[in-house]
Structures are given as C-alpha cells and as structure tokens.
C-alpha cells in the first residue's frame, strides 16, 4: 500500500528518490563532499578540454589566414623566366579550385640602412593580381600596394623587417645582391636604393622576412626585364593544392613544375593537428578519471543507505527500481559537472586571448615570441563542444552501473540485520 501510494504521488520514483540523495544530509556531509568533489573534478576536466581545443584551433587558424595568407597555396615555376604570363594565368584559372593567380619573381639579398643589416626575401609583384591572391592590402600599416609603381623602385617592407634595420614610410634602404659586378675598381657586389612605400604587418615571422617590390623592378635586377619567374595560385580548398597543381600542369609545357604550402610550411600544420590530437587524447584522461570519481563516491552513497535500500525492497521496490535511483544520483552528477565545465570551458575559450595579454602586460612577459604569432589565439567550435560533453556524460553514465548494480544486489535482511 505505501509503495502504491508513492508511486502515486511521486512519478517517477526512482527520479524523485535520486535527486533527495544528491542534495546534502546533516548525517553524513562527507558522502556530500565527495559528490561536490566529482562535479568539480569533471567541470575541470571538460572546461580545460575545451579551452585547449580552442587554443589549438586558434593556431590552425591563424596557420591557414596569416601565414598561408601570405605566402602562395601553390605555385607554378619555370625553369626559365618566362613571358605572357597572362596565358598561364588564363590555364590555371580553367581548374574550378583555382581562386585567382598572379605572376611573381624572387631574389634574396641583405638591406641595409643607417649600418643596420637584416636579410630578406625580395617578392617582385603585380600590385592589380597581387590583391586578389594575399592578404597583404589587409595588414598595411601605412602605404597602397598601388604605391608600388615601375621604375620607382618602391619598396613594401613587413614591420619586423623595417624595425629590424630602422626605417618608417619615405626612408631610403639599400638592396645589397649576392652577386658581384665588374668596376674599374675591381669587382664589387651589386646595391640598389629603395623607398619605403609601405609597411606590412600580419602578426608572424613573415614580417621579419619578406618585402615587395614591383615586379619589373624585380625583373631589372634578375636582368631578366619584363620576363617573371612563375605564377601563384590561390586556391579555395588548401588540401587539394597538390591535387590542383598537377591537374594544372598537365596544359603547361614541360619547362614547368609546381610546388605548395605543404612543402613550405607543412610540417608546421602537420605538428600543431597531431599536438591537438594528443593533447585531445591525454585531456581525455583527466576526463575520465574526474568521472570515475562517481564511482567511490556512488558506492558510499550505497553503503551509507542500505537501510533505506532496505526499507524501500520491503515496501514492493524491484532492484532494477533500486539500480535507476542510483542511476539518476549518478547521471545528475555527471550533468551537472559537464554542464557547469561547458559552460566555463566556453567562458575561457572566448576570453583566454585577453587574459594572456593581461599577464603578458602585467608581468612585462613576452610569451609567445617563439611562435608563428605573437599572441594567444582562440577559436571556440561548436563541434568541439558537442563531442566533449557528448564523451564527458557517456563517461559519467557508465560510472554509475557499477555502484547501481551493487545497490540492486542488497538483500534487506542482511542490511537490517544490526539496524
């Protein structure tokens, strides 16, 4: 009658006898603390998962925007300058992965000014094209890749560079040539003076290493003249580049060949995936050991109520009854630390960036000066999200069928034996 009567006032029972475990008994605070320190081992475990993928995101996206920004997807080379370049470009622009394209020469060589000396590498372009394949017009402090004329001898210089040798805009820069010229004097190596038209900055070593100039300029001092070295494409899947530029050469002459991003800076993509995928994995561990805690802290609740277990048997409760309202103890456990560590995981996600560059001002600290960017990145995805509260909850779930079958097993007259 009394069960009967429970079951009509009170639907579900075992939900409604799982949530009056989980809120604290004046008898036994420990059992309570036990199950305060599980929520709290899971919502760390899940809210440190979560910022870290975050963090790693954050350096894949910046990987692909600023650095593959700047330097070509791919790109098609011939052994020898060519011209009509505008054909190639017309060939490359048939394949429908093909964003846009434009020409480009290369030389290295030292600048100097003032006696300061950095190396560079000096990218000849097409200011028009150029636009259309890098990032570059986004991320100019100061001057227009149209500043950038034939016969000037205008130079863009990335921020690093130009702090590097100590010019700003309108200053003059001296473009020494690893090669040398025959003088009366002797022979003697090859200098050309630049104005500083512009200076660049993306947040990445490319500032301390490349510069731009226009690229008939380039082609006077390769002393190849109009003629270029090769073609840059940009592409609107990264991941097919290799695909994309052997298709490409299959309407080119012989005389060329093509290179990508993943011979350039593929290692580096490579290592921040893999690191995210350990990082991921070993995460994981604190996840699973934080849900774990269920565990010990499910099979005390079982110790310590076994009278009630008891009492409950006698008045008509089955054991799978029994084993749902350990069940639902645990399962709210493991909701309640995934929700709170989503939630916090989330907060830090959005806000890590800022509270790095806190402690790096607080502390007069630099950081992150040995990565490809001088800061904290993060980018939050909702996947991510999903997949860890979705692993976080399966985790609590399972922890709780070892302490709900123990509970199920009670017999009440051992357990009322020395009530």
């Known amino acids: ?145 149209e500043d950038l004329k034939d016969g000037e001898f205008g130079i863009i210089l990335g921020a690093g560079l130009a702090a590097n040798i100590g010019v700003t805009q309108g200053d003059k820069v001296t473009l020494v040539l690893p090669e040398a010229s025959l003088s009366p004097a002797g022979v003697i190596p090859r200098f050309k003076r630049f104005t500083v038209v512009g200076i660049f900055k993306v947040g990445a070593d490319i500032d301390s290493m490349i510069a731009y100039v226009h690229i008939h300029d380039a082609g006077r001092l390769l002393r190849i003249d109009d003629r270029v070295q090769g073609v840059r494409l940009k592409l609107h899947d990264l991941f097919a580049a290799q695909d994309v530029s052997r298709s490409v050469l299959k309407d080119l002459p012989e005389f060329f060949y093509a290179t990508d991003w993943t011979q350039t800076h593929g290692n580096l993509f ?64 493991g909701v309640g630390g995934t929700l709170s560590g989503v939630a916090l995981g989330v907060l830090l996600s959005l806000t890590i960036s800022d509270i790095a560059s806190g402690i790096e001002r607080l502390f007069n600290l630099r950081l992150f000066d040995a990565y490809f960017v001088n800061y904290l990145p993060s980018q939050l995805n909702f996947s991510d999200v999903l997949w860890v509260s979705a692993i976080a909850f399966a985790l609590s779930f399972v922890a709780t069928l070892y302490p709900a079958r123990k509970a199920a097993r009670v017999q009440p007259a051992e357990a009322l034996r020395y009530e």
């Open 1 to 145: 009658y009394s069960c009967g009567l429970m079951r009509r006032m009170f639907k579900p029972i075992p939900l409604f006898i799982g949530l009056r475990y989980t809120r604290a008994k004046r008898r036994n605070h420990f059992i309570s603390f036990i199950s305060l320190t599980s929520i709290l081992g899971l919502m760390l475990g899940v809210a440190v998962l979560i910022t870290v993928l975050s963090v790693m995101n954050g350096f894949d996206r910046e990987l692909k925007t600023r650095i593959l920004g700047m330097v070509p997807h791919a790109t098609l080379n011939s052994y020898e300058p060519f011209r009509n370049w505008q054909k190639v470009v017309e060939i490359a622009s048939r394949n429908p992965q093909v964003e846009a394209a434009a020409p480009f020469s290369q030389l290295q060589g030292m600048l100097t000014s003032s006696g300061m000396v950095s190396g560079a590498m000096i990218t000849g372009i097409d200011p028009v094209a150029e636009a259309k394949v890098s990032i570059i017009q986004h991320h100019l402090e100061s001057g227009r890749l």
């Open 270 to 333: 490579n290592a921040i995936k893999m690191e995210k995928a350990m990082m991921a994995i070993l995460l994981l561990f604190i996840v699973a050991v934080a849900a774990f805690n269920i565990v010990s802290s499910l099979v005390m609740v079982v110790t310590d109520k076994k009278a009630d277990i008891a009492i409950l048997r006698t008045l008509g409760a089955s054991p799978g009854t029994i084993m749902k309202i350990f069940m639902v103890q645990g399962t709210l456990v």
